[in-house]
Nanobody, 111 residues
Framework: QVQLVESGGGWVQPGGALRLSCAATGRSFSSVMMGWYRQAPGKQRELVASITSNGGTLYGASVKGRFAISRDNAKNTVALEMNSLKPEDTAVYYC?????WGKGTLVTVSS
């Protein structure tokens, strides 16, 4: 049974940083793209960042230059380093791979 479990969310002040992690179990995802998505209240889920099996990355326009996605194929994990956080980054962040989704982790950016 495939499971994706996110961790690392929480509350942070504007300008702060957080690191999210997603651990996948049940099968290896080392050969496929992995991604982070987010959904803010009242908004649709959107792509934050994705990373291919060989490390190619893609970022949403609103996070480019502030966030960094990485993966560890040996550990079947994907991480999202978030810097210079803004209130508009507040959302539930989800790990997504091949149609599988985690339950999400809440990130709140406020003073």
């Amino acid at each position: 049974q495939v499971q994706l479990v996110e961790s690392g969310g929480g509350w942070v002040q504007p300008g702060g940083a957080l690191r999210l992690s997603c651990a996948a179990t049940g099968r290896s995802f080392s050969s496929v793209m992995m991604g982070w998505y987010r959904q803010a209240p009242g908004k649709q889920r959107e792509l934050v960042a994705s990373i291919t099996s060989n490390g190619g990355t893609l970022y949403g326009a609103s996070v480019k230059g502030r966030f960094a996605i990485s993966r560890d194929n040996a550990k079947n994990t994907v991480a999202l380093e978030m810097n210079s956080l803004k209130p508009e980054d507040t959302a539930v962040y989800y790990c997504g791979v091949l149609g599988y989704w985690g339950k999400g982790t809440l990130v709140t950016v406020s003073s």
